[in-house]
């Protein structure tokens, strides 16, 4: 694995995201971090030290990844690695649960504004990072993109009775999964031709501020196959869609 390799993983101030620049680091990749609120990235950065640095970049804001894109353009001229991790589960600050939520999100009662507002981060927001990065991502001679997704976008998976988090489906969150695996599926298409490889990856049901703490999966247990995947070499898999240990999950 080259030690100059240069990645950008969104929403990497908390987290996933953070857990993964932090790894990523280690083993040698040179990463921005990305956050929409800079001086919250510059602390993620400072925190992991030399190898990191921060980036302002705000997924819903095309003139900011522009200038995301246009900033990694001057300082290396390449990406090799794109971590589109950036997410939210829902608009409301509060304490509620995952099932809670899902509860007063149902198809017949969840408010259209937050359905738009998780949407335009996990399902826009991808695409419109991909679009501008990708002009980056061509000039790698090693590119790859790890979409961090979720299992309960699976629809092969919901549409099983026996799926533990099936009652939680709803056109909110889960929905938003199932449409960024969808992105996905676009992308990998559209690649398939290329020498860039593409990954979706499911962390697993990771204690974050996602969903109020309440998983029961720790960060560095969560972040494993997102970091497993974004450091596989140019032999490595495409196409995948995986939780740990490279355990598919069905579209």
Do not use: C
């Not at 921005?32 to 030399?50: F, K, Q, S, W």
């Not at 939520?101 to 419109?128: H, K, P, Q």
């Not at 991909?130 to 699976?154: C, F, H, T, W």
């Not at 990771?206 to 969903?211: F, H, K, M, Q």
């Amino acid at each position: 694995m080259p030690q100059d390799r240069i990645a950008l993983i969104t929403g990497a101030n908390q987290g996933v995201g953070l857990q993964v620049a932090k790894e990523l680091v280690a083993a040698g990749v040179s990463v921005y971090v990305g956050a929409r609120d800079l001086a919250r990235g510059e602390a993620a950065a400072a925190g992991i030290g030399e190898g990191a640095t921060a980036l302002q970049i705000d997924v819903t804001d095309l003139a900011s990844i522009a200038a995301a894109a246009d900033r990694i353009r001057a300082e290396h001229g390449r990406l090799d690695l794109l971590v589109s991790n950036a997410g939210i589960s829902n608009t409301r600050s509060g304490t509620q649960t995952p099932e809670e939520m899902a509860a007063s999100s149902t198809a017949s009662t969840a408010s259209l504004d937050e359905v738009r507002a998780i949407w335009d981060v996990n399902v826009f927001g991808v695409l419109a990072v991909y679009q501008a990065m990708l002009p980056l991502l061509r000039e790698s001679s090693d590119a790859r993109i790890v979409n961090v997704s979720s299992g309960v976008g699976s629809l092969a998976s919901t549409a099983d009775p026996s799926f533990p988090y099936r009652k939680m489906y709803g056109p909110g969150y889960a929905a938003s999964k199932t449409a960024e695996n969808a992105m996905t599926m676009a992308m990998m298409i559209e690649l398939e031709d290329t020498d860039i490889k593409i990954n979706l990856v499911s962390p697993g049901f990771t204690s974050t501020a996602l969903n109020n703490f309440a998983g029961t999966e720790s960060v560095e247990d969560g972040s494993r196959e997102v970091v497993r995947v974004a450091l596989l070499g140019p032999d490595g898999p495409s196409h995948t869609f995986t939780r740990w240990e490279a355990s598919p999950i069905p579209w």
